[in-house]
């Protein structure tokens, strides 16, 4: 819950500008190998194609339904989050979503053959 004085929250360790350049070389990434274009990602993601086009020039994140959304849709944004999560403080949930993310690269790799 939020203070009355209208103070923001800390947030530890989020640097948002490299969110935004990960995110943008990760959407460049599934837009060059698997022939997706912008308009598939608005689509995805419930967004116009301009908010879209804004998260590939780094202006603008995506809110937590956007970014959920594109994890479901495209390996490259899921890879580099859950890494980032890997390299956080928190290390019980680091090592969980480290362990997740072993099982998911086995299944697709499994699904794939």
Same mark, same amino acid.
């Given at each position: 819950m939020l203070h009355s004085n209208g103070k923001k929250l800390p947030l530890k360790n989020i640097n948002e500008d490299m969110w935004k350049e990960l995110l943008s070389s990760?959407?460049?990434?599934?837009?060059?190998?698997?022939?997706?274009n912008v308009k598939n990602l608005a689509h995805w993601t419930g967004v116009s194609e301009r908010t879209v086009k804004n998260w590939l020039e780094k202006r603008f994140m995506p809110d937590s339904l956007a970014m959920i959304r594109l994890m479901q849709h495209s390996s490259f944004v899921r890879q580099i989050v859950l890494t980032q999560i890997c390299l956080s403080e928190n290390l019980k949930a +680091?090592?969980?979503?480290?362990?997740?993310?072993?099982?998911?690269?086995s299944s697709e +790799?499994?699904?794939r053959d």
């Open positions: 990760a959407l460049y990434k599934e837009l060059q190998k698997n022939h997706v +680091a090592m969980f979503v480290c362990e997740f993310k072993k099982f998911l690269s +790799a499994y699904l």
